[in-house]
């Protein structure tokens, strides 16, 4: 049995996890973020004091650098699973075109399967009796467009609080941590360390060696860590990077140096944000928004999603300085006064926002790229396009309900954020492409694998969890023997 390190515990690490682990190897898992384990620590909150421990943001300063893309991803034993939305949407056909290692949605099927299975994936039990249900199909009645499905969730008896994110107090989300973490703990071959950052990966003798900062002396930030005492190294006989669309290129290209050469070309290119916006608005109903799972439905558009997204009254106020097209003073948008403050009465029961994801556009696909910068992740100022049609779909909605679109940053600054990036390490068949496509391992490095989001050749056109964990569960098959990398379950 081989010795395994596993850097990222989101969906590709602890996927892995499991599968090494009942295979009878052993396993130490490295997390950047805490260990959230504990009932006690769960707070519903939009303290930032609490927030920044569960998100990591890039750039950090995105307030004052304004920057025109912004990232945020989860950091926690769990990784993105933590913080996310639960929805487990497959990819359509159309996401596969041009996709490496023989994949295709039809291929794909069984491992969607097999994760919703142990994720225990169904809709919000009375989803369609929630108001914002209600507002979100009359608005897509009232346009013409499909009308709304309930969305598979990774939710066990959901209280319909509406506090999914940034962390579900209850319990009711199955995270990484409750299912795949938990069954390899239960094998008893799994060591778990949180609040560590890997540094880099380097091979001697057959083996590889991990070194690594610790970030507990951080009281939040923990992926800004880039200095002090260097640890390890840790040795193992496999490794696999698992930290996630701008974490694992940086730290692949802080190893190349003590790894067997790879082409590293397009190591942190081809960061794709999933098309990721939001549409807000105010509209004549009472949306009570709050309520229910962070969201619930989706219309099908195709190459993009429309979701209707939950809203905690102070989110807006937090995060966002709305905009209307009808308070600008010349040409300028005014975000105070008596007919700004007017405009937001009542606006905790009013506020109806859309979500989007898809394949960007005009020529914005998988344009971010991440470079490392003395140990943290340094994007590129490149702001990507939202999915042709999708921002108008969900203005119309808006109006449809005699409602008043908010302008948004993507309107005001040209500012696109994510929390859905996937790519940087893209798997191929070339060898220009690190990662081979067949079973996720760098090229030239035998044992060591890359299996998160940062895998995938570009945006799955859905929340891409389901298909992060898809194709991990297809490596994971590959890498034990289960499946032949050019043969696929039927």
Request: glycine share 12%.
């Amino acid at each position: 049995m081989a010795d395994v390190i596993i850097i990222g515990s989101g969906f590709g690490g602890s996927i892995a996890a499991k599968r090494f682990t009942e295979a009878g190897h052993h396993v130490q898992l490295l997390e950047l973020g805490e260990d959230w384990r504990s009932p006690a620590k769960l707070q519903q909150s939009q303290d930032t004091k609490f927030i920044l421990r569960l998100f990591r943001d890039y750039p950090v300063d995105y307030l004052q650098a304004k920057p025109k893309v912004v990232v945020t991803q989860g950091m926690g034993l769990g990784g993105g699973s933590l913080v996310y939305s639960g929805i487990h949407l497959r990819a359509p056909a159309s996401a596969f075109t041009g996709w490496p290692g023989g994949f295709t949605r039809a291929r794909l099927d069984h491992y969607y399967a097999r994760v919703e299975q142990r994720l225990a994936i169904a809709p919000l039990p009375g989803a369609a009796s929630y108001r914002r249900s209600q507002v979100f199909a009359e608005a897509a009645s009232l346009r013409g467009l499909p009308a709304p499905v309930a969305n598979p969730l990774a939710m066990t008896g959901c209280t319909g609080c509406g506090w999914c994110v940034p962390i579900c107090k209850w319990g009711k989300k199955n995270t990484m941590a409750h299912t795949y973490l938990a069954d390899a703990l239960a094998t008893g071959r799994l060591t778990i360390r949180t609040n560590v950052k890997a540094q880099r990966i380097a091979r001697s003798a057959g083996k590889y060696q991990v070194y690594y900062w610790g970030t507990g002396h951080k009281v939040d930030n923990y992926h800004t860590v880039n200095s002090g005492t260097l640890y390890g190294p840790l040795v193992a006989d496999w490794v696999v990077i698992a930290g996630g669309a701008i974490e694992s290129p940086t730290l692949l290209k802080r190893s190349a140096a003590g790894l067997a050469g790879f082409d590293t070309s397009n190591v942190g290119n081809g960061v794709d944000g999933t098309g990721d916006f939001v549409q807000g608005g105010l509209v004549n109903r009472d949306v009570q928004a709050y309520k229910g799972a962070i969201m619930m439905n989706h219309i099908d558009r195709g190459d993009y999603v429309l979701e209707d997204i939950h809203a905690i009254p102070v989110g807006p106020t937090v995060k966002l300085e709305a905009a209307f097209a009808d308070l600008q003073i010349h040409g300028q948008d005014r975000t105070w006064g008596l007919a700004y403050k007017q405009r937001f009465r009542d606006f905790g029961k009013r506020l109806f926002g859309i979500g989007i994801m898809g394949k960007q556009g005009s020529g914005t696909v998988g344009n971010i790229t991440v470079t490392d910068e003395a140990g943290n992740a340094r994007l590129s100022n490149t702001a990507y396009q939202p999915p042709p049609g999708s921002l108008e779909d969900a203005r119309n909605m808006i109006t449809a309900l005699g409602g008043t679109p908010v302008r948004t940053l993507w309107e005001r600054s040209g500012v696109a954020a994510t929390v859905h990036p996937v790519g940087g390490c893209r798997m191929g068949d070339a060898s220009s492409f690190a990662v081979q496509a067949t079973n996720l391992e760098v090229r030239g490095n035998p044992g060591l694998y890359v299996i998160d989001g940062s895998v995938l050749p570009g945006s799955p056109f859905r929340n891409p969890s389901h298909t992060i964990a898809a194709v991990a569960e297809r490596a994971m098959d590959v890498i034990l023997g289960v499946h032949a990398p050019t043969t696929w379950p039927t």
